[in-house]
C-alpha cells in the first residue's frame, strides 16, 4: 500500500505539513533569498522579516522576541541548553565536579541521553522516577534539589504517554526548595508536544527556558525554537557569526522560521475547536482499545474522560506478548501508520526505557505502541483504525499465547 494511501495516526512523531506554511517557505526562498547578517538592501530586507517572524511566534507565546532563539528544533533546543552547564559551572561557586542537574526518567532522548553524556564530563545527574501513571511528584523533584543543582528539566507533555506534568507545582516546589538554599536553578522544559496543542503560558508556569520544534505542528522539519527567559544567561557553547545574539550562531533558516510561524498561528487559532475534536477521537480510541480482549492502555489508570491530566492527542497501548513491531507492521498491514513509542527511539534498544520507568515489566513495556492524532484526524478513521485491530488482534494474540505455552 503507498504511504498516500495510508490513513496516518503518528502526528507525535511529524505532523503532515500545513499547505499555508509551505507556500510561505516557498515565497521567501524566492523573495528574501539574502542572508540577514548582510548589510545591503536585500540583507536588510530579510532581517525585518525574520525581525516581524520572532515577533509573531514571541506574540503566540506571550513573551518578549528577544526571549526567543531560532534553532534547527527541538533536540538542538534541549541539548544546546544541557552544554551550556559546561560552562555554568562557574557561577555561583559551583566547581563542574560538583555541579548537579535533576530530570526525570520520562525525558525525551535529547534530554535523558544529553545528560548522560554530561555525567560523563563531570556533571552528575540525578534522574526522578514518575509514579505508576506518569505524573511527576512535585516533592520528589524538589527533594532531589541540592546545593550544587544547577538545572531541573522536565517534559510538559510526555511524547510517549500523552501525561500532562503539573509544571506549575513542580516549579513551585523547586524554587522553594532551591530558596531555602539560597541558589537560583534555572528550569527548563521541553514543550515540543504542547506547542499549539493544549493551552499553556509560559509566564505562568515560571519557567527559565522551552523548548519547541516546528515539524510537529504542520511546520518545516529542521526548524525550532528557544525561549529563555530575560536575565536567563545560560553560557551557550557555539561559537560563530554572533547570530541570534551570539546564543545560535550560524545563517538563519529564514523559510523556515517563517513557515513554522505560520504553522504556529494556524494552531493557536484553530486550538480550541481541535482539542474538542482530539478529545473524542482519545475517548473513542481509550474505549475502543479496552474492548479488545488482552489490550493494555498505557497506564491502565488513564481515564477516557479526563481533559485535563492528559494531551488527547496521544494514545499509548499494548497487545501482550505481541511485540510492538508486530502490532506496527500489522496495522500497516491495514492501512495504518502507528508507532512503537517514540519515533526517535524506535530502532534503539532501549527504546523501553519510559514505560519501564513507571513500573511495567520489561516484556509488556516492550509492547508499547503509541497511536497520535492531529488537527485533521476524523472520527472515521479512528473508528477504522479499531476495527482493523478489533480483527487483527486476536488471532495473533491466540498464535502468540499458543507458541509461548
Not at 501525561?163 to 536553578?185: C, M, N, P, T, Y
Not at 511485540?323 to 534498544?349: F, H, M
Amino acid at each position: 500500500m503507498r504511504p498516500e494511501d495510508m490513513t496516518y495516526l503518528d502526528w507525535a512523531a511529524s505532523a503532515p505539513p500545513e499547505p499555508s506554511a509551505l507556500d510561505e517557505a516557498r515565497d521567501v526562498s524566492l523573495r528574501l533569498f539574502a542572508n540577514p547578517s548582510s548589510p545591503h538592501a536585500a540583507g536588510r530586507q530579510a532581517e525585518e522579516k525574520l525581525a516581524d517572524a520572532r515577533k509573531e511566534f514571541a506574540g503566540l507565546l506571550g513573551v518578549e522576541p528577544r526571549e526567543i532563539v531560532f534553532t534547527s528544533g527541538g533536540t538542538e533546543s534541549n541539548t544546546s541548553l544541557l552544554l551550556s552547564l559546561l560552562d555554568r559551572h562557574r557561577l555561583g561557586g559551583v566547581e563542574r565536579q560538583k555541579a548537579r542537574i535533576v530530570t526525570t526518567e520520562l525525558e525525551h532522548s535529547s534530554v535523558y541521553e544529553q545528560a548522560r553524556i554530561l555525567q560523563g564530563h563531570g556533571v552528575a545527574c540525578t534522574f526522578v522516577r514518575p509514579r505508576p501513571d506518569g505524573t511527576m511528584d512535585p516533592r520528589a523533584l524538589a527533594e532531589a534539589v541540592d546545593e550544587h543543582t544547577l538545572l531541573v528539566s522536565v517534559m510538559l507533555v510526555n511524547n510517549e504517554t500523552g501525561a500532562v506534568q503539573d509544571l506549575a507545582a513542580i516549579v513551585r516546589a523547586v524554587r522553594e526548595s532551591s530558596r531555602s538554599r539560597g541558589r537560583k536553578i534555572l528550569i527548563h522544559t521541553d514543550a515540543v508536544q504542547a506547542l499549539g496543542k493544549i493551552p499553556f503560558s509560559l509566564r505562568n508556569l515560571d519557567v527559565d527556558a522551552a523548548s519547541f520544534s516546528g515539524h510537529k505542528i504542520g511546520g518545516p522539519r529542521g526548524v525550532g525554537a528557544l525561549f529563555v527567559r530575560t536575565g536567563t544567561a545560560p553560557g551557550f557553547l557555539s561559537f560563530g557569526g554572533g547570530q541570534e545574539t551570539g546564543r545560535r550562531p550560524g545563517t538563519e533558516n529564514l523559510p523556515g522560521i517563517c513557515a513554522m510561524t505560520v504553522a504556529a498561528e494556524i494552531r493557536f487559532h484553530g486550538m480550541k475547536e481541535n482539542i474538542a475534536s482530539a478529545r473524542e477521537n482519545m475517548r473513542l480510541l481509550i474505549e475502543g482499545l479496552r474492548e479488545i480482549p488482552g489490550a493494555w492502555t498505557i497506564p491502565v489508570v488513564r481515564d477516557a474522560q479526563d481533559a485535563d491530566g492528559w494531551s488527547p492527542y496521544i494514545v499509548s497501548a499494548a497487545f501482550p506478548p505481541l511485540p510492538a513491531e508486530v502490532v506496527v507492521r500489522t496495522a500497516e498491514e491495514k492501512g495504518y501508520c502507528i508507532s512503537a513509542g517514540a519515533a526517535c527511539s524506535s530502532r534503539k534498544k532501549d527504546r523501553t526505557r519510559v514505560p519501564e520507568s513507571m513500573g511495567l515489566p520489561p516484556e509488556t513495556a516492550r509492547c508499547a505502541i503509541r497511536i497520535s492524532t492531529g488537527s485533521s484526524t476524523t472520527r472515521q478513521q479512528v473508528e477504522g483504525f479499531l476495527s482493523a485491530m478489533r480483527e487483527a488482534i486476536p488471532p495473533l494474540l491466540s498464535i502468540s499465547r499458543g507458541r509461548g505455552a
